[in-house]
């Protein structure tokens, strides 16, 4: 928590997640170190202001799910990962921009470093994010690899939980050549690997509809060609009308390097 509105619905998230998978709940607070504020007294008061809010923001939580809190003093994002590492948790559930962010940005500096850095699944919640729902339409972008299908056992998961419908989705690049010109043989091998790759992901996509299926999770499958998937996943989301996307933060063209992909 930051003590804005979008960081407090993220802990409706945790709620419903803690819920459907029967886990515990920690919620941490960070506040800059006592030295940044040079009125012991207004730190004292900003302290206690803090720690009140955080209960009243647990508090509807219930009993229903174990809830522990941390207040601690620090450099945000280095203090949620150690707490992270410290607690050995599964998952983390922040928003995107939180107190401190500047407009223009979709991700703020903290939660920039936390997915760089804490090395573990994150649930990020957008600015304009509502109040948490039980998810009705779940987003699972697939590559044809197996790192892209690690999130569907969460998938079914949630999917049967909520009843919710789980939208699959490849956007298949068309690909590129280094020719600038497409004349004849040059633009027949680009047709050629578009359609084997087309064809390759409808298969794909179809076994695992049908694995869905077998769970009693209803699915759809969205395949189309594009320039970058990156923007056609985005579309899709928008236009489908998704509450959430479960997606692996590497795929078929993992870099070993980078905390996640494009």
């Known amino acids: ?10 802990l409706g998230w945790a709620d419903e997640l803690a819920r459907v998978f029967d886990a515990d709940v920690a919620v941490v607070r ?3 170190p006592g030295e940044a504020r040079p009125n012991p007294l207004s730190w004292e008061l900003s302290r206690q ?4 809010h955080m209960m009243e923001a647990v508090a509807d939580f219930g009993n229903s799910v174990p809830v522990a809190t941390a207040l601690v ?11 992270v590492h410290r607690l050995g948790a599964d998952l983390i559930v922040l928003s995107a921009q939180g107190a401190g962010s500047g407009s223009g940005c979709n991700v703020g500096r903290t939660a920039h470093n936390i997915l760089q850095r804490a090395g573990a699944s994150v649930l990020l919640l957008p600015e304009k994010a509502t109040d948490c729902r039980p998810p009705q339409r779940i987003l699972v972008p697939l590559d044809g690899s197996r ?4 999130v569907l056992p969460l998938a079914i998961t949630l999917a049967r939980a909520s009843r919710a419908e789980v939208v699959l989705a490849y956007a298949a ?5 280094v020719s600038s010109s497409r004349r004849g043989r040059e633009r027949d091998l680009v047709e050629e690997v578009a359609s084997h790759n087309m064809v390759a992901a409808a298969a794909r996509l179809a076994e695992v509809s049908r694995t869905l299926r077998l769970t009693g999770v209803r699915s ?3 395949l189309q060609t594009c320039a970058r998937p990156y923007a056609a996943l985005r579309e899709i989301a928008l236009t489908e009308r998704v509450d959430l996307v479960l ?3 590497h795929g078929a063209g993992v870099d070993a390097a980078r905390s996640y992909g494009s």
């Open 73 to 83: 003093e620090g450099e945000p994002a280095q203090e949620v990962i150690d707490a």
């Open 147 to 150: 790192r892209a299908e690690c």
């Open 247 to 249: 997606l692996s933060a």
């Open 49 to 52: 202001s803090a720690q009140r």
């Open 220 to 222: 759809r499958a969205i």
């Open 1 to 10: 928590l930051d003590g804005s509105t979008v960081g407090d619905r993220a």
């Open 173 to 177: 690049a068309v690909p590129e050549l």
């Open 30 to 32: 960070v506040l800059p």
